[in-house]
């Protein structure tokens, strides 16, 4: 029988009915029905009295004609013969009108067609049970690919209601349709539905368009609520430990922003530079800077994080709230020579005389003044400082001198040259 033939079965090559679904990353919910239910057994009796119906025998000719050129690889052929057919029945129109649908579909090259012909197929409602279910589908699916998302919406509700069925991607479908037409509240319900209609067999689409639909209308918490559960049903995708952490950052919840990111380091799923730089700013937020000067380190050691004086800036002032001035120090000296920055030698000068390492601090405090910092009489003064360290209290009395000589200074500085006088007289030194 011609209608057994064909072309319900074909594997159409060029049609791509898997849409896109928003990713990146992201009210009043219009209630859908559960068509399943909706349909209920009225529809399922309607659908048992439906007649089956065959194509004429002059229709069925050309079919099996078609049939033919389209085994032998011969689409445009089989599309030819087709389109030459004048049927005269209605069941017989619709029955050619949907083959040519399926066949410029099969082509790929007009979707218009497609979706013109499928129109003609379906409106009398007459095909066989099977073809007018599939028909309503794939007219869904080409209205979605040309953009015509109204339409594909009233294409899945009325095979949801023809054929008392649902299923989850055709529900990610009308998520997505209304994600298109930016009714971003109506996209929560039908995802919601996709994911229960795919049961213990998950699918992350649903989870994208839901937290994609609760970012884009600023429901942070909402989103975060999706995300903590999709981290649970797929753990082994990177991009959830990844984006997680970013919308506890949107919520203002540094600490279990820092936790899951660390999780997330900790499982190997941070690879970018900008995670890590991340990671490494939420351990100084949470207040443990060593945490974040270690992060840095090895990863600017490694290369992945960029040798500038940026990242070095940040990395100088991690070891510096960690308390180890020695390293900071290091790198504040390794940034003053990447900008030749007067004030990067200052804080180097600095630092080192607080870790006692005076000469090397004179040399770095003398660079700040060769290079024009500002409060000179402070510097002068810590130069002062390091001089008496080192027990040179001639280069002291000079250095503090000076500093005098700075009114912001002045005061502090009187008190260091008595103190200089006092311990060089001590010491027999001739100042």
């Known amino acids: 029988m011609f209608n057994k033939l064909v072309f319900k079965n074909l594997k159409l090559k060029r049609l791509s009915t898997s849409l896109v679904v928003v990713a990146s990353l992201l009210v009043a919910q219009a209630p859908l029905a559960n068509y399943a239910e909706a349909a209920g057994a009225e529809q399922v009796e309607k659908k048992k009295k439906r007649k089956t119906q065959l194509v004429g025998p002059r229709v069925g000719k050309k079919v099996q004609k078609a049939f033919e050129a389209f085994s032998a690889d011969d689409v445009k052929g089989a599309l030819a013969i ?39 197929a379906i409106e009398p409602d007459i095909l066989n049970e099977g073809d007018q279910s599939e028909s309503l589908k794939l007219l869904g699916d080409m209205q979605m690919q040309t953009k015509d998302f109204e339409g594909a919406l009233k294409a899945y509700y009325a095979w949801m209601d023809f054929s008392g069925k649902e299923d ?19 996209v929560i319900v039908p995802a919601d539905k996709a994911i229960v209609a795919f049961g213990d067999k998950q699918n992350q689409n649903p989870y994208i368009l839901k937290i994609t639909s609760y970012y884009e209308r600023k429901k942070y918490k909402e989103a975060v609520k999706v995300l903590e559960t999709v981290i ?33 380091y900790k499982l190997g799923h941070l690879t970018k530079e900008g995670q890590i730089k991340t990671l490494a700013s939420l351990y100084s937020q949470t207040e443990v800077p060593y945490k974040a000067a270690m992060l840095l ?31 900071a120090a290091g790198y504040y000296g390794e940034l003053a020579k990447m900008t030749n ?38 510097i002068h003064m810590s130069i002062a400082e390091s001089y008496f360290y080192l027990e040179k209290y001639k280069k002291a009395y000079a250095a503090i001198q000076i500093a005098m000589k700075d009114p912001s200074a002045r005061k502090s500085a009187k008190g260091w040259k008595s103190f200089i006088v006092d311990t060089a007289r001590r010491k027999n030194v001739r100042i």
């Open 341 to 378: 920055s007067a004030k990067h030698y200052r804080k180097q000068g600095m630092l080192l005389k607080q870790d006692e390492q005076f000469a090397k601090a004179i040399v770095a405090l003398n660079k700040a003044l060769e290079l024009g910092v500002s409060n000179q009489g402070r």
């Open 232 to 264: 649970q049903l797929f753990p082994e995708k990177q991009q959830w430990w990844v984006q997680l952490p970013m919308f506890y950052l949107l919520v203002e919840d540094y600490d279990k922003a820092a936790q899951t990111l660390d999780l997330a």
């Open 82 to 120: 087709l389109l030459e057919v004048d049927a005269s029945k209605a069941y017989d129109k619709a029955y050619v009108a949907r083959m040519i649908a399926i066949l410029y579909a099969q082509l790929g090259d007009n979707e218009q067609k497609t979706i013109d012909y499928l129109k003609i």
């Open 297 to 327: 380190e090895k990863y600017i050691a490694s290369g992945l994080i960029k040798r500038d004086d940026k990242n070095i800036s940040t990395l100088a002032n991690a070891w510096h709230s960690a308390q180890h001035i020695d390293k």
């Open 168 to 186: 989850g991607q055709t529900y990610i479908k009308i998520a997505n349709a209304y994600y298109s037409l930016k009714q971003l509240d109506k």
